[in-house]
């Protein structure tokens, strides 16, 4: 499936990018293997293949939710040189 110039030239203007004659030339043959490819993807058989978000199943790879002691917001807020009643202050902003 090849591209014309004038794809390229109107996919460079949309994205305002400035071509020279021979980026605009490797463009067209770069995004005529691209738009191949995507054809010949999608001749791909997929009959009986069940839709899915990924091809691995995924599996949660976070540490369990555990309560433990931690420092109180008077201790956190101990060293700012500037805080109030155990929160940080910071200047208004108008």
């Known amino acids: 499936m090849a591209i014309s110039m004038?794809?390229?030239?109107h996919v460079a203007k949309?994205?305002?990018?400035?071509?020279?004659?021979?980026?605009?030339?490797?463009?067209?043959c770069q995004l005529s293997d691209v738009l191949e490819h995507a054809?010949?993807?999608?001749?791909?058989?997929?009959?009986?293949?069940?839709?899915?978000s990924h091809v691995v199943p995924l599996v949660n790879v976070f540490r369990e939710d555990v309560v433990r002691p931690s420092i109180t917001p008077f201790e956190a807020t101990?060293?700012?040189s500037w805080a109030e009643e155990g929160a940080f202050r910071v200047p208004r902003i108008l």
Request: aromatic residues 0%; negative net charge.
């Open 14 to 28: 949309l994205a305002r990018l400035a071509l020279s004659g021979e980026e605009k030339e490797a463009m067209r």
């Open 6 to 9: 004038e794809e390229v030239e």
């Open 78 to 80: 101990g060293n700012a």
């Open 39 to 52: 054809h010949r993807v999608s001749e791909v058989d997929t009959e009986g293949v069940l839709p899915t």
